[in-house]
């Protein structure tokens, strides 16, 4: 099973800062990546795919980065609805998985 | 639009049984393979299950495989999950969940069902 670590647990943002989470995978998983986030009691929604295209309606303000085992979400100039929770997920193999997740918080 | 509406979840009791359905709308549903994903209350999610379109090769998490059955009706749009012999672990919010559909650029997620596992 392929383990994803993301970093880190918390972030604390001023709203129009940029945030920069990062995942790390266990094994290369190359661009078989996705970003999520998710809200208090809805569903996670994607964000990201093949570890840099946005999904549709998603802001360019979103942007995602790397291959193989390491990954970055940067989120620049932060706004209030963005302020949320993050996973990344695998799909390379089976079975998928998901990392921990990272909160952005405001600061 | 794509929907997708969860149902089926609610109390069981270790040791029973539910099954839980997903009825999808908005996309050619056949053409597809859908997956059942869950999250444990205040945890991240979990991929349970994958079942290819026509059903010819399905996948599990190894904490449920032999205890869960995906399955799918085409002629109905509907998706399936039997689960046997529940454990207080199982206690989570099972998403219906589709890949990545051509042409929409997303993944799409039902809005869940809660499942609890307690006596």
């Known amino acids: 099973e392929i383990m994803m670590t993301q970093s880190p647990g918390t972030l604390s943002v001023s709203p129009g800062e940029s945030a920069t989470l990062s995942c790390r995978a266990s094994?290369?998983?190359?661009?078989?990546f996705a970003w999520y986030q998710q809200k208090p009691g809805q569903a996670p929604r994607l964000l990201i795919y093949g570890a840099s295209t946005r999904a549709a309606a998603i802001p360019a303000r979103f942007s995602g980065s790397g291959s193989g085992t390491e990954f970055t979400l940067t989120i620049s100039s932060l706004q209030s609805e963005d302020f949320a929770v993050y996973y990344c997920?695998?799909?390379?193999?089976?079975?998928?998985?998901f990392g921990q997740g990272t909160k952005v918080e405001i600061k | 639009e794509v929907q997708l509406v969860e149902s089926g979840g609610g109390l069981v009791q270790p040791g029973g049984s539910l099954r839980l359905s997903c009825t999808a709308s908005?996309?050619?549903?056949?053409?597809?393979?859908m997956n059942w994903v869950r999250q444990p209350p205040g945890k991240g999610p979990e991929w349970v299950s994958h079942i290819t379109r026509s059903s010819d090769t399905i996948f599990y998490a190894d904490s449920v495989r032999g205890r869960f059955t995906i399955s799918r009706d085409d002629a109905n749009d509907l998706l399936f999950l039997q689960m046997n012999d529940v454990r207080a672990e199982d206690t989570a919010v099972y998403y219906c969940v589709t890949p990545l559909l051509t042409g929409f650029y997303s993944t799409f997620w039902g809005q869940g069902t809660l499942v609890t596992v307690s006596s």
């Open positions: 908005g996309f050619t549903f056949s053409t597809y393979g």
């Open positions: 997920q695998q799909y390379n193999d089976w079975p998928r998985t």
């Open positions: 094994q290369s998983v190359s661009r078989n």
